[in-house]
């Protein structure tokens, strides 16, 4: 299984983005997927989650302001980020877990500053 991760780029603070994972394979039978994030150096954090059921988590410092969603249709998930803060810039990698097996995306990278 192959992700692509897209939509990454350069915002202002307050301002939005959405950012794509595509699967190379259908995600009917991927158990959970979503996005994490991660600096050079430092230790790699869980942004949101959400299950092919479609139930979701989030991390702490993201809730009421990312929502994560699924597109079966289309092998997809989605990213919405609303309220960036300088805090959020960072690489932000997509994975899926298919009965245990983890598959990376190569990340995009989000930039929040004025």
């Known amino acids: 299984v192959q992700l692509q991760a897209s939509g990454g780029g350069l915002v202002q603070p307050g301002g939005s983005l959405r950012l794509s994972c595509t699967f190379s394979r259908t995600i009917f039978n991927v158990n959970s997927m979503g996005w994490y994030r991660q600096d050079p150096g430092k230790q790699r954090e869980l942004v949101a989650p959400i299950t092919h059921l479609g139930d979701t988590k989030y991390g702490d410092s993201v809730k009421g302001r990312f929502t994560i969603s699924l597109d079966n249709a289309a092998n997809r998930v989605y990213l919405q980020m609303n309220n960036l803060k300088s805090d959020d810039t960072s690489r932000y990698l997509c994975?899926?877990?298919?009965?245990?097996?983890?598959?990376w995306g190569q990340g995009t990278q989000v930039t929040v500053s004025s």
């Open positions: 994975y899926g877990n298919r009965q245990g097996d983890v598959y």
